[in-house]
């Protein structure tokens, strides 16, 4: 797969983020081409209070750009309600990858197969490790004329890393007002998408 997309699961007060990154790759004289980096082809938000069969919809439509048909996984929050929509999307038979992933508070990755579907529970501090090392690689870049570059930049830098009275850290946007939703739609794209083997780097144009 080429594309990577990213779907955080919002609810009533937390948006809905769609992420798409394309995985460039550097040929080889012998063997198979190399990584070289994650291009941002595309990010939104969906308006609050946006139903799940829309947001299933809204992920077709994407998955049907001939850039992406065929040549795309899809990657899911499942954490809480992120459950059900998995299984709408199983159902859509997209025609791309599928992979559910649980995000926890816990220190070690696992994964199963399930259904044509791979499932995983991945610790929040992994998915947004890997972002941060992909950053300071400088393996991200970001078209900087989308219209979705500010809104991700800032929740970008809105990023904290705080640990609570228990000792456990949280990473996340901390500030009223401030979101996280985008970061972690891009988060799972280019945590899948760094895996077939972070100062930004702007250029390129978003997808559409």
């Known amino acids: ?33 190399e990584f070289e980096a994650l291009l941002v082809r595309h990010a939104e938000r969906l308006p609050l209070g946006t139903r799940y069969p829309a947001v299933v919809e809204r992920v077709r439509e994407l998955t049907l ?8 996984e899809l990657i899911v929050d499942a954490t ?9 999307l ?17 220190e070690r990755e696992s994964s199963r ?24 690689k400088r393996e991200i870049r970001i ?6 570059t500010s809104a991700l930049l800032e929740e970008l830098m809105d990023m904290r ?9 949280r990473m996340g946007a ?9 970061v972690m739609a891009l988060a799972l794209a280019c945590w899948k998408g760094r895996r077939r083997t972070q100062t930004i780097r702007f250029s390129s144009a978003p997808l559409y």
């Open 1 to 33: 797969m080429r594309y990577f997309i990213g779907l955080d699961l919002g609810q009533r007060r937390d948006f809905t983020a769609i992420a798409v990154v394309e995985r460039l790759e550097r040929p080889r004289p012998y063997g198979e081409a």
């Open 90 to 106: 199983r159902a859509e038979r997209l025609g791309s990858s599928l992979a559910a992933v649980t995000i926890t508070s816990g």
């Open 80 to 88: 809480g309600v992120g459950a059900p929509i998995v299984d709408l």
């Open 161 to 169: 890393k705080t640990t609570r009275e228990n000792g456990r850290e």
């Open 65 to 72: 750009l001939p850039e992406l048909s065929g040549r795309c």
């Open 143 to 148: 078209g900087n004329d989308a219209p979705w």
């Open 174 to 182: 901390e500030g009223a007002g401030q979101h996280d939703d985008l």
């Open 113 to 136: 197969q399930n259904a044509g579907c791979v499932e995983y529970n991945v610790p929040k501090k992994d998915l947004v490790g890997s972002l941060q090392l992909a950053i300071e």
